[in-house]
């Protein structure tokens, strides 16, 4: 389940205000949801939330949403820390991740292959104290001999690999070994005939291409099209006004992610989003222990689940089981250069006025909606209100 081939640029986040939690669940503590996953529960609750692998056409090594951390400072605004995450995809979870630092994150994907993507990049945050060394191990680069400072901008950290050589198959080697040795004797992983193998096709993959891998790099290690872009500008690229979002951007950022990864508490799941199984249980883990799922980044997965009438009603009645509030945010790319986010609000369109946007209004039933562009224009504001309502009404209804 992958971001289309261009839709490079713009974010569409959109909120859905649901019946408030049962009384039965309104009494849970935010303590039960776990501190800490041991090794046996995290493979456990890995298992029991998937369904069977599946395919699609990319292997979605990276990303190709060339400027979405410009909706970042947006969506901090509008999302407290401590929630639940839900993603797909592969390396734009992070940066996720890193900005609304929730308590859990769960990254379902109709491919096996992601969960393998993302068990390589939870031992590679474990093995790695800092930015420096976890890009030097994800593309088998070496480090400077000086090391860099801790706050060396992400400019001049993939610029310091980028012109490194790459390492030569016995680095290669042991750093998968070092990978491999982490899941399966540290972590106990229960092995099964694909998974090293999948693994391994995987990190191979970031040591061929290095920092130039993209969206359209794949395991089998051809020629990848060069209008994609690239890893390297995947972590540098920053908002209208310079900052850098990335979950490279800064120790801190990578910290977020690298604790979670040390709890447990990054689960990759493999599920279909019109599945019978993943997204419901997922739903089910959650509410069972209180909880709603903040913010559901899928991408546009609904661009596929549409084709087919079924799958989208399957997928509608999936995210109805949901645990929502008011504050959950739905993010999905949209466009070319343009960061648009559907958000419901109370508040009035003069919050909005200071940005220098526009909106326009929606309702289901008795609740109000407002769908704001909040950078760039309005181009995509027809077709972004259309998609928002429909996922809108599909969470309410249950695509009823």
Known sequence: MSIRRRAVAALIAASFMLAPLPASLAGLAPADLPQRLTDQQFWKLSEDLSEADGTFHSDNLASNEFVFSRVVPDLTSRIKPGGVYLGVGPEQNFTYIAALKPKMAFITDVRRANLYLHLMYKALFELSANREQFVSLLFSRPRPAKGLPADVSVEDLFTTFADAPAADEAVFQANLKRILDHLTARHAMPVGSDDLPGITRVYRAFY?????????????????????????????????????????????????????????????????????????????????????????????????????????????????????????????????????????????????????????????????????????????????????????????????
Not at 261 to 281: E, M, W
Not at 343 to 371: D, H, I, L, W
Not at 379 to 389: C, D, H, L, S
């Open 208 to 400: 061929w291409y290095g920092p130039s891998i993209s969206y359209s790099s794949r395991t089998g290690l051809s020629t990848p099209n060069s209008s994609y872009a690239t890893y390297r500008a995947l972590m540098t690229q920053g908002d209208a006004f310079g900052p850098r979002y990335s979950y490279l951007a800064s120790e801190e950022n990578f910290r977020v992610v690298k604790d979670l990864h040390a709890r447990n508490l990054i689960v990759p799941v493999v599920g279909n989003f019109a599945g019978a199984k993943a997204l419901k249980a997922v739903g089910d883990y959650v509410r069972g222990r209180g909880q709603v799922v903040t913010t559901f980044y899928l991408s546009n997965v609904e661009d596929y689940l549409r084709r087919d009438p079924a799958s989208w009603r399957f997928f509608c009645e999936n995210v109805a089981t949901f645990p929502l509030d008011e504050t959950s945010v739905f993010i999905r790319p949209m466009g070319n250069g343009q960061h648009t986010i559907a958000v419901k609000t109370r508040t009035t369109e003069s919050f909005f006025a200071t940005r220098g946007v526009t909106g326009a209004s929606g309702a289901t039933g008795s609740a109000p909606y407002q769908f704001v562009t909040i950078a760039g224009s309005n181009n995509f504001q027809p077709m972004v209100t259309g998609i928002a309502e429909e996922v809108k009404g599909c969470a309410v209804k249950g695509g009823s």
